[in-house]
């Protein structure tokens, strides 16, 4: 078969053998025009092949291993297979595309990070096709992808297993949090399967000395999205408070030596395929350890000086405009303080400004309302207290279902204090749902006159005006849009937006 003679990945000049010194990548001659993108690299893993196992490899072996090993079982099949039977056809078929996505650098990359993202589907007891690794249904008796006869069923076990509550299921907290184990990733197998080129091995040593997530890396990314589960709207208390525990669980564990050398076993036996009944045993009872020990230090008082840190440093976050940051500390000082006016006054602050007030789910409106009342109470003082209570009570009259509620509480958060621009785009958008077109218009205006960069009552007012059938001014108001965003957008381009 001809062969191009420079890599199709790197450009680099082709050995002898078709093979890409540099990168493990294969004369595309081999693969007779096979041509595979993300798409077909997906399908594969939606269809359950492993393609390491096809090829007889370890997923960890280098490009130039597995190219070696796809040369050797090509040649095991003729240069012009169209004369094979369909069994045999079958089984080529997989090879050309287990060979053509595992030599190819960035689809072997695709490949391995959706085998990554859909490890929580695999199951321990599927029965798993011996040629290619491609998943039997219970009522197959050969493969659909090559042929292959059924396994033989393994015998049952001699006595049920032992009584007990059902273990955890298998959770990696790394990923849970977006942080990378490195320090427990082996970048090369063994030296007798895998001759690894001086870069690759200057690149082992370096990650054999990485260090674990640090207790501050941890902090931040636990904290990061219990923020985010907290603030997303259309959960129920119920899963919103066991995702902040799930979160709070990994944070404890992976930012505590012991606890963390404990969970390291478990992840390397979860990432060798050991899905037994006593590691995950093991993990059940690390983790009800750490459920207790929160239990018992929920209650504990911080010293005076670290509530005074805290609440300094939310202080300061919020005079940085980063409310989101200033979240976490504000609500340890109000734990801490709960008759503090303006620990309280501060942490609702920071909820009504870590988001558009109108985008905030109902726990996060009912924190800043109870926080609120707390600041509120008999001889405290905080301006603009009042207004920001109609607000929060009229966003969770509209989150129920209460129109009529909704507007009599927003309309007296704006009489309260008139440049709350929030609430006149409540009104409007509350109008806009009843048909009352021109109020809509008034109180867009309203806000924008409040703040004039405000793009969603821009984009409410161009609307009202649509149906109100002013084209002039939606035309307008639509150029103001394009203004604020900028690039390629036109007026036309946003009327046909709001139109759709």
């Known amino acids: 078969m001809p062969l191009d003679p420079t890599c199709p990945s790197c450009s680099a000049p082709l050995g002898s053998d078709g093979i890409c010194s540099a990168c493990g990548s294969l004369a595309r001659g081999f693969f007779q025009g096979l041509d595979l993108g993300a798409p077909q690299v997906a399908a594969a893993v939606a269809r359950g092949l492993d393609l390491y196992r096809l090829l007889g490899v370890e997923q960890r072996a280098d490009a130039i291993s597995i190219a070696r090993q796809y040369r050797r079982l090509r040649a095991l099949f003729p240069d012009d297979p169209s004369a094979l039977a369909p069994e045999p056809r079958r089984k080529f078929e997989l090879l050309q595309i287990a060979g053509r996505i595992l030599t190819e650098p960035s689809l ?16 321990k007891d599927v029965v798993r096709c011996e040629s290619c690794g491609a998943p039997l249904r219970s009522d197959e008796p050969r493969c659909l992808y090559c042929g292959s006869p059924r396994p033989a069923a ?55 000395g990485s ?79 750490v459920r207790a020990d929160e239990t018992a230090t929920a209650g504990a008082a911080l010293p005076a000086d670290e509530v005074e840190a805290l609440l300094q440093q939310g202080r300061g976050l919020l005079a940085a405009g980063l409310p989101r940051e200033a979240l976490e500390p504000l609500r340890r000082v109000c734990e801490a303080l709960p008759q503090s006016a303006e620990a309280h006054a501060l942490y609702a602050r920071a909820i009504l400004s870590s988001a558009d007030p109108l985008d905030l789910g109902g726990h996060a409106l009912r924190q800043a ?23 929060c009570r009229g966003l969770l009259a509209r989150d129920a279902g209460d129109m009529r509620q909704a507007e009599i509480e927003l309309e007296r958060a704006a009489q309260i204090d008139p440049s709350l621009a929030h609430a006149w785009r409540g009104l ?21 006159a409040l703040d004039p960069r405000d793009e969603r009552a821009w984009l409410m007012l161009a609307g009202a005006c649509l149906r109100d059938r002013r084209h002039a001014e939606a035309r307008a108001a639509a150029g103001q849009i394009a203004a604020l965003r900028g690039g390629h957008a036109n007026a036309d381009k946003i009327l046909a937006e709001i139109a759709r």
Request: charged content about 25%.
């Open 369 to 391: 309302l109870a926080a609120l009342e707390t600041a509120s109470h008999p001889g405290a003082s905080f301006p603009g207290s009042e207004a920001q209570r109609a607000l």
């Open 154 to 208: 393994p015998m049952p076990p001699a006595a049920p297993p032992d009584a007990g509550p059902p273990p955890i299921e298998p959770v990696d907290l790394y990923a849970l949090l977006g942080l990378s184990p490195v320090h427990l990733i082996d970048p090369l197998p063994p030296a007798r399967t895998l001759r690894a080129s001086r870069p690759a091995r200057e690149a082992a040593m370096m990650l054999r």
């Open 428 to 448: 409007a958008a509350l109008a806009l749902g009843r048909g009352a077109h021109g109020e809509a218009i008034d109180h867009c205006r309203r806000a924008l």
């Open 211 to 289: 260090q674990p997530p640090t207790p501050e890396e941890v902090d931040a990314a636990s904290y990061a999205l219990q923020r985010q589960t907290l603030l997303r709207p259309g959960l129920s208390p119920d899963e919103r408070e066991k995702r902040t525990e799930e979160l709070e669980i990994a944070r404890r564990i992976l930012r505590h030596d012991l606890l963390r050398s404990r969970y390291d076993a478990f992840w390397q036996a979860l990432r060798q395929g050991r899905f037994d009944h006593g590691q995950l045993e093991g993990l059940r009872t690390l983790i009800d350890e």
């Open 108 to 123: 072997r990359a695709i490949y391995d990070r959706l085998l990554v993202s859909t490890a929580a589907d695999l199951q």
